[in-house]
């Protein structure tokens, strides 16, 4: 049978990614009770790095957007795998925290991490909906334009 999740997904025709290995002394994610917590993730997809550049130099606010939203897909696909297969599970996106690789003269930040959020609001509704923080930065891992971490409240 399938989740109610995984329609979702299928009716938004979204495909996720394998989720990321870390590359680096860290691990994609850790639970503590009912509290899923995602280590930040870039804009990869199956190994391959995608949005690599600055927002506001390389890239359109329009893309930074597309790289968040990426993001956001890696974020669900660590989930499930933290998860079993269940995105189920998932009872509220509590906070997302988003970081830009900008550049100097780039100032809409949070609405490049819109393309994240909106996502999180398109799969699960209302429980998608979650604070936030959208800061712009000089450099993220391997020069990619987006990270996003995750906070979950699962069951």
């Given amino acids: 049978m399938t989740s109610r999740i995984d329609a979702r997904l299928a009716e938004l025709n979204i495909e996720l990614p394998q989720a990321a290995a870390p590359v680096a002394a860290y691990v994609g994610y850790t639970r503590s009770g009912n509290t899923l917590y995602i280590s930040g993730q870039i804009t990869i997809w199956n190994g391959e790095r995608k949005f690599v550049g600055k927002v506001g130099v390389d890239y359109t606010l329009e893309q930074g ?31 997302l925290g988003g970081f830009v690789n900008a550049g100097p003269d780039f100032h809409d930040h949070p609405l490049v991490i819109n393309g994240a959020s909106e996502l999180m609001q398109d799969v699960f509704g209302d429980a998608g909906k979650h604070a936030r923080a959208a800061v ?13 971490d995750a906070v979950l409240e699962v069951a």
């Fill in 65 to 95: 957007k597309e790289a968040a939203r990426l993001c956001a897909l890696n974020i669900l696909a660590q989930a499930k795998a933290a998860l079993g297969g269940d995105l189920d599970r998932v009872t509220r996106v509590l906070k």
């Fill in 136 to 148: 712009g930065v000089s450099s993220l891992p391997g020069n990619v334009a987006v990270e996003v």
